[in-house]
């Protein structure tokens, strides 16, 4: 099966009980059971739900692995998998990191005695270094945001192995039509669902899935235990949204390309981050080990008032947090996504007052540039 092909036809496209070719949205907690413990699979649906298995049934596909989960936001999903792991466990993160897994690391698993490190994953030096007798994993995002720096999973996945640690792939800027970190060696892959996946700025939602059956038992333990599942009318949301995924990434990288060339050739942007850009420290790595660059963007256009200046001038850029809709995001990352991350860290990594990012959509590229070409006026 292709991969446009698996996003319509994969996990369970037709519901088994009645052949309704939408998965049905199971509305409902409980399930008759004939006899005591005599039930059809369904028990109680924070265990388990046909329509949020459908979707677990389809990510696991996607992504190729053994078991998918879903949960209420792509936050509860990462916080499920770190549930896995002990006090006195340690996980190596990459340090650009997605500002809330930044926060729920560094202020909420630390109570629970879970110690991280920060580093640079782009350089596989930086993480070899950091790995201590109770590290027990690696937390990759790649792309990063808003730098978008490339780590090379396959690399570090090896790294992992040699010491006996756990490869976890945040996927969410690639989504698996482009980047299928199991395949490069990952264990775990998480996504923010409330982005590609979903596609449409409608629903909150989280995924992971895991690439051995002791993975899928520890996950599904976490998750039935804390409880942080993803409702049935959510994930027939999610269902849906992932049948178009890749027409939209296609169509999107399309638009990406010309904006990243009216960006690198506009006086009034000083730096264009974009891993399909020749010039970027790992484009050879991001073309390797994905088939897409993506449609983010992040530009510096100086100074935080020369940004707010863009966003006061952008008809068709809506200024909003998130990323991976059908319409086009603008963002500042250091006083929005990633503001919870101390400014001096922020600097240290260069996330400046003047960077903007986009999520480019899916309008037409002409007025998404004419758009961008009057704002920098
Ligand atoms: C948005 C995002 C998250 C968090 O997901 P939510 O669905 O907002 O909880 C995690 N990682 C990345 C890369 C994200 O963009």
Request: aromatic letters at 6%; charged letters at 20%; zero cysteines.
């Amino acid at each position: 099966m292709k991969r446009k092909t698996r996003l319509i036809h994969g996990g369970i496209p037709t519901d088994p009980q009645t052949g309704a070719v939408s998965f049905p949205i199971y509305q409902v907690s409980t399930y008759k059971q004939e006899s005591v413990g005599n039930f059809k699979g369904y028990e109680y649906s924070r265990t388990g739900n046909p329509t949020r298995h459908a979707l677990e049934e389809l990510i696991k596909d996607l992504e190729g692995g053994y078991a998918g989960f879903a949960f209420g936001s792509g936050m509860a999903a990462m916080t499920a998998v770190m549930m896995m792991f002990n006090s006195g466990d340690h996980v190596i993160l990459t340090d650009d990191v997605y500002g809330g897994s930044f926060r729920v690391m560094t202020k909420v698993l630390n109570r629970m005695g879970i110690d991280t490190t920060f580093v640079d994953t782009s350089n596989l030096d930086n993480i070899a270094s950091e790995i201590r007798p109770n590290t027990k994993a690696i937390h990759l995002e790649t792309p990063t945001n808003p730098l978008m720096k490339i780590t090379d999973i396959a690399g570090v996945a090896k790294l992992a192995k040699e010491h006996g640690l756990l490869t976890i792939v945040d996927n969410t800027f690639s989504t698996p039509f482009w980047q299928n970190p199991i395949e490069l060696g990952a264990d775990i892959v998480l996504h923010s669902a409330t982005k590609y996946l979903g596609g449409h700025s409608d629903v909150v939602a989280g995924l992971a899935v895991v690439n051995s059956e002791k993975l899928a038992e520890e996950l599904h333990f976490v998750q039935n235990s804390t409880g942080g599942v993803l409702g049935p009318q959510d994930s027939w949301l999610l269902i849906r949204g992932i049948k178009t995924l890749g027409i939209r990434m296609e169509e999107m990288e399309g638009n990406t390309n010309a904006i990243v060339d009216f960006l690198v050739n506009h006086s009034g942007v000083k730096k264009v981050f974009y891993p399909g850009l020749e010039d970027h420290p790992n484009h050879s790595l991001a073309k390797k080990q994905a088939r897409g660059f993506g449609g983010m963007i992040s530009f510096d256009v100086g100074s935080g008032e020369k940004a707010d200046e863009l966003l006061s001038k952008l008809k068709y850029f809506t200024l909003a947090e998130s990323l991976g809709a059908v319409e086009s995001l603008i963002s500042v990352p250091a006083r929005m996504t990633h503001a919870s991350i101390p400014a001096e860290r922020r600097a240290e990594l260069g996330i400046t007052e003047g960077l903007v990012r986009i999520s480019v959509g899916l309008e037409d590229v002409e007025d998404l540039i004419e758009d961008l070409k009057n704002a920098l006026e």
